[in-house]
């Protein structure tokens, strides 16, 4: 499987809410970075604590999605570019995005940054 398979393959385990096949695509000691001005941003050390934070976004929106349109292969990155939209009792917003994962030599995610409008979020949980 490419990286490319993989990264489209967590897109679609995200988007169904299947955390544990989420989980099977990172290493052990995978990184994850969003922007700290967000409740769980900054940087996520570990698949557990990632995969902690994924379950938590529920606590933050009623509705939350990240769609994707294309996916760039890079070697051992891929680059994603995307939609996300979310939304709560303040209403809600969509944002274009860039997610750009590293994987190792076993397809595994060691790291994932993602970067979005961060203040069209912050806003709705301010």
């Known amino acids: 499987m490419s990286n490319v398979d ?3 393959s967590a897109y679609d385990a995200f988007g169904r809410g299947d955390l544990e ?3 099977n695509d990172f290493a052990e000691d995978a990184v994850w970075v969003t ?3 967000l409740p769980l941003g900054g940087e996520t050390r570990g698949r557990d604590a990632i995969m902690g934070n994924f379950a938590q ?3 933050y929106w009623s509705s939350f999605s990240v769609e994707p349109s294309e996916f760039i292969d890079a070697g051992e990155y891929v680059i994603v570019l995307g939609t996300q939209r979310a939304g709560n009792d303040n ?3 969509e944002a274009p995005f ?3 994962m590293k994987y ?3 397809g595994k995610l060691v790291r994932g940054e993602f970067h979005a409008d961060s203040a069209k979020a912050a806003k ?3």
Do not use: C, K, Q
């Open 98 to 100: 860039v997610h750009v």
């Open 91 to 93: 209403g809600s917003f």
């Open 57 to 59: 976004i529920p606590n």
């Open 6 to 8: 993989t990264a489209r």
């Open 21 to 23: 096949a989420l989980r």
């Open 104 to 106: 190792d030599g076993d």
């Open 35 to 37: 922007s700290d001005e």
């Open 124 to 126: 709705l949980l301010a």
